[in-house]
């Protein structure tokens, strides 16, 4: 290899040692690109464990603050996902916007004496009135339901429609 190498005309050795450097280059370059990735995947997981650790010391303070908040709701007004979905049916109904309305039962967390109960709902065509009028009546049932997600979007014949995630809090006794 070295006597090819000093075979070669100046112009063949410049090119040679270019075509090296650049393949070097972009080796060195890719190796780079993957060991700053590997280094914010290492940063991410390390925070998150931190916050893991946080949640995990702090478990004692969350449960006697999550049973004391527990203590001031009325069992008799908490939903299940059945008694959820049937109050929402009811307010659209009492809005006028039910022919629009489809929902969907995500699903249930329990935590001790609580579960919270989860639902997507859409309402297609509905006004801005009666959207406002539907954000109102669920925030008068708070903090027995609340909206944990909003998304609104607008067809181009100006109809709105609204996608809500809405949970409720139920004592499982």
Partial sequence: ??????????????????FLLLAAAIWLSSEVRRGTAQWRDWRKTARLLKNQQETINHRAATEAALTQAAAHLDPARTFNSGTLVGELSRITDQLGVRAGTASEIIGTERSGELAVNTINCTVRNISQAALLNLVAELDRRSPYIGI???????????ALTVSLRISSVEIVR
């Fill in 1 to 18: 290899m070295k006597a090819f190498f000093y075979g070669c005309r100046l112009r063949e050795k410049l090119l040679l040692t270019g």
């Fill in 148 to 158: 944990e997600q909003f998304m609104l979007s607008v067809a181009p014949n100006g």
